[in-house]
């Protein structure tokens, strides 16, 4: 190669090396469900650049399912996901190194619901034994069934299940084709009143924690092997998030034009109702006001990994740090006490 022409390869090199030195971290979240108004703190981070100032290059996917973005971490489709820690707890029992690893609690009480028409001869758990429940397969609460009958003394075998398309929950149970349908009880709520229904004057909601399941549920996971490899990664999306979630409880129009912007079709008083509700029913544990937003009781966790173990027959018991790693929250004063 000639000088003139090696010098000029030589400085296009040099200059290519700070690109590529500083690239930003790519993290491909898949979340629980269609955008909803509950979703809004991960758009405000990253609508806000706050994913980006911790050198995060982060893209964010709709989701199937609670559960199913627990498995879509752990088969490496994605490095995070925001989903339910009861279906991280069954599997870290069966396959511990392919578990995801929780990071930041968002539902800290429990939102898993059975529910069924007003007018319904099911009052109770034990009405439940020879009705048939639907869900789409990938549900929470149906994942959690075996421990809910074992808590009510709900014969498991008595009742029949029926899968479904998430979109024909509802309307399968208001046509009577199922008894009782399994859900989150705001994704039901609020999914009822955009098909016209009331749910307070048209439905009956059996929750699990009436019923002695004092449950956590939804968190931001990571897969094994991102936590290991990329620990200041981990810490910078919690940093983004948490300040994202600061932000829209203090201005939650601004959350709800996140939301807006990634679905316009959304009807955006019914998100925001959702949100609100969701704040208040799923995210506002007396525990946070000890705790703050995001972290857990490892007493309550262990309690709740029982729970699981037990009614699901896993051969083996997870212990509340495999499941629930601390050490990239924020500090206590930065995570909010009250929603």
Excluded at 21 to 34: E, R, S
Excluded at 137 to 149: H, R, S
């Amino acid at each position: 190669m000639k000088p003139v022409r090696w010098l000029t390869a030589l400085a296009t090199a040099a200059a290519m090396l700070p690109a590529i030195a500083f690239a930003d971290t790519p993290i491909k979240v898949v979340l629980n469900w269609k955008y909803q108004g509950p979703q809004a703190w991960f758009f405000v981070a990253q609508d806000k650049g706050y994913f980006k100032a911790e050198g995060l290059d982060v893209t964010i996917d709709q989701g199937e399912g609670s559960a199913a973005s627990i498995t879509k971490v752990a088969a490496g489709a994605y490095q995070a996901g925001f989903g339910d820690i009861n279906a991280v707890i069954d599997l870290a029992a069966k396959r511990p190194a392919d578990a995801p690893v929780a990071v930041y609690m968002l539902y800290n009480s429990p939102p898993f619901t059975i529910v069924v028409k007003k007018d319904s001869p099911i009052r109770t758990p034990k009405d439940l034994e020879g009705k048939t429940l639907g869900a789409p397969a990938n549900d929470g609460a149906l994942k959690l069934f075996p421990a809910f009958a074992k808590a009510a003394k709900v014969d498991p075998t008595k009742v029949s299940i029926s899968n479904m398309a998430p979109n024909l929950r509802e309307q399968m149970l208001m046509r009577g084709q199922v008894d009782g349908i399994f859900g989150y009880i705001n994704t039901i709520a609020f999914s009822a009143r955009l098909v016209g229904l009331d749910p307070e004057k048209d439905l009956r909601f059996i929750n699990y924690g009436d019923n002695g399941l004092d449950l956590y549920s939804n968190a931001v996971v990571f897969s094994r092997a991102f936590v290991k490899e990329n620990p200041k990664a981990v810490a910078g999306f919690v940093k983004a998030l948490n300040r994202a979630i600061n932000d829209s409880l203090a201005n939650p129009e601004m959350a709800m034009d996140a939301v807006m912007k990634r679905e316009p079709l959304l009807k955006r008083d019914i998100e925001r109702d959702r949100l609100a509700a969701t704040l208040k029913d799923e995210m506002s544990h007396p525990e946070i006001a000890r705790i703050g937003l995001g972290d857990i009781d490892p007493a309550r966790l262990t309690r709740s990994i029982g729970i699981v173990v037990e009614a699901n027959q896993l051969a083996r018991t997870p212990t509340a740090a495999e499941i629930f790693d601390r050490s990239f929250l924020p500090a206590r004063a930065e995570r909010a006490s009250k929603l």
